[in-house]
Each structure stands twice: as C-alpha cells, then as structure tokens.
C-alpha cells in the first residue's frame, strides 16, 4: 500500500493496521470489485483455478479490511509508534 506507515519497513503490522484511511478505502474498493468479479464470473465453476484466485484476492482484502476496521477505533487517539 502507499502510506507512510505500510511503507516503513521498521514497523511491525500489528503497528500498521488500522492507521490509514487511504489503505481502508483501497481495501473497500478490491472488495466491491473482487467479490462481484467472482459471484458474476466464477462463482459456477469454484474448482477452476481463475476462481480460487478470485477467491483468495477477495477473501484476503476482506480480512485485511477487517482488522483495519477492528483495530481502527483503538488507533484514533494512540500516539504514532515510534521507529
């Protein structure tokens, strides 16, 4: 991802999640086009491997977006981590 936080390498990722607005809404939007990419294009043919990619994409970007969101109302008022 492209904030200051995701880019330093110093920080862990429990560090790193759910400090940036601009990572959440990327994560939001692969959701909105993954998930209907699969259930309109590939949800008939599970097994096949366009399918399963589309599958693991989405399923991942969700989690990620999860934890984001889980972890956000703690981070508002945390103080920045240090390097």
Known sequence: MSCRFCKDASL???AKLGRCKRCM???????????PMWFIGFSDTPKSIESITLLFGAGASAILLSLHLILMPFRMNAPEPKK
């Open 12 to 14: 862990t990722i429990r």
């Open 25 to 35: 809404i990327q994560l939001a939007v692969m959701n909105l086009v993954l998930w």
